[in-house]
């Protein structure tokens, strides 16, 4: 398998200082992921963690409700040298599969065809959580510990700046997992498959945090997982702030240094 991280040769110019070097890359792959055999998507991911990648995207995609109706996963191996960058997935008979889930490339036509309402009503459809009725709540002062913890545990990241990431807490601010991406939707994808694979969803009474913005995307993926409180370090979307608002979820955004933006359930933010 591809590592994580590559060295190429550069040449660094620093004023009038020009010297030869390498310098170190976050490495990036695609990833074919198939059931039964039969392609249904391609994602651009940081090798590691393929297969809680995959059982995240089935799940926030809509093709399994629950990590259990995966009953194996398995690299496509062989002669070829992608062989680690095709993954097949097995899945139970009462898993909804791709027809049942309405499945159709989320990945490159994610909105085609769609207003933001229906999309809404959409995602709200396939969640299986009422995360409305969780009755979670965490410290302005917890939140706030939030970005550090998440940095301070950032490994890859420090090697190669080039990395986002997504990360599980508790309400009392303790790190749960985390995982990184070139793909800030594929670390999410990784945090919630590896939630699925070891039993622990719902998300009930945690809190996701993402390294950049919050985007709708982001916001599905957090919902379909049950968690009740997603908090992001950069800007949400108008869309995203829609989605929390009517499904009952907290948004945080701008969660830097001392200050923050609750958007939607400012309830569950107490002093």
């Not at 990360?167 to 009392?172: R, V």
């Not at 995982?179 to 990784?190: S, T």
């Not at 996701?208 to 995307?217: D, Q, V, Y």
């Not at 869309?239 to 009517?246: D, H, I, K």
Request: with cysteine; charged share 20%; hydrophobic share 40%.
């Amino acid at each position: 398998m591809a590592g994580v991280t590559v060295q190429r040769p550069m040449v660094r110019i620093a004023g009038s200082d020009r010297n030869d070097g390498f310098d170190t890359l976050v490495a990036e792959e695609p990833l074919e992921i198939r059931i039964g055999g039969e392609p249904v998507a391609v994602t651009m991911r940081t090798p590691g963690n393929d297969f809680e990648l995959a059982a995240g995207f089935l799940l926030t995609e809509g093709v399994v409700e629950r990590g259990d109706q995966i009953v194996e996963m398995r690299y496509c191996t062989g002669d070829e040298p992608q062989q680690y960058n095709q993954l097949t997935v097995t899945l139970s008979a009462d898993a909804p599969g791709m027809v049942a889930s309405g499945f159709r490339n989320f990945t490159t036509t994610s909105s085609c065809g769609l207003c933001g309402k229906a999309s809404i009503d959409d995602v709200r459809r396939r969640a299986s959580y009422d995360v409305a009725a969780d009755g979670v709540r965490i410290s302005a002062e917890k939140l706030r510990s939030l970005p550090g913890a998440l940095r301070d545990s950032q490994q890859v990241f420090d090697r190669t700046g080039g990395l986002h990431a997504a990360g599980l807490f508790d309400a009392n601010g303790s790190l749960v997992c985390l995982r990184e991406d070139i793909g800030r939707h594929n670390a999410f994808d990784k945090v919630i498959g590896w939630a699925a694979t070891h039993g622990r969803l719902p998300l009930s009474g945690h809190v996701l945090l993402a390294s950049g913005r919050a985007s709708f995307e982001l916001v599905q993926k957090a919902l379909l997982a049950g968690a009740p409180v997603l908090a992001a370090v950069s800007a949400p979307s108008s869309l995203a702030v829609e989605l929390a608002e009517e499904s009952g979820m907290t948004l945080v955004a701008f969660l830097r240094d001392d200050t923050m933006n609750v958007y939607a359930g400012a309830e569950r933010v107490i002093d």
